[in-house]
């Protein structure tokens, strides 16, 4: 059993270990699209739970990031979501890119991996820029 107590998700854990430099992470709510053929670690067990921001904050526990990304939408439909995701970066010195939806799930193709919550809230998805520690 792992000693540390952030992520004890086999999946999850392997999924951050084996990211580079660039490869890109989506956390995302249950229900985006997630492209046929992307790995999918899916720790959705009911509406709502896991939350969104508890996913986040245990992927951003572990994972340094160098950017992040979320759709436009996001200011309308759920600024409280855009608020704590804020709340999470900017002290990581990370801007938040915001792009029209259509175009966020475009970006979505190009994702290593898609961690899925069981989050009901609109938009509340990101896609993770993997930084390096040095």
């Known amino acids: 059993m792992r000693s540390t107590h952030t992520t004890i998700n086999p999946q999850l854990s392997r999924v951050i270990s084996e990211t580079g430099h660039t490869d890109l992470i989506v956390v995302t709510d249950a229900g985006l699209p997630i492209p046929p053929g992307s790995e999918r670690v899916d720790l959705a067990y009911r509406p709502g739970a896991p939350a969104f921001l508890d996913v986040l904050d245990t992927v951003l526990a572990e994972l340094v990031i160098e950017g992040a990304t979320a759709s436009a939408e996001i200011e309308q439909r759920s600024p409280q979501v855009l608020s704590a995701l804020r709340e999470r970066l ?18 979505t193709h190009d994702a290593r991996a898609f961690v899925r919550s069981g989050e009901y809230t609109p938009y509340a998805n990101v896609i993770l820029h993997a930084g390096v520690a040095y």
């Open 90 to 107: 900017d002290p990581l010195g990370i801007a938040i890119t915001l792009v029209p939806h259509r175009e966020f799930k475009e970006l």
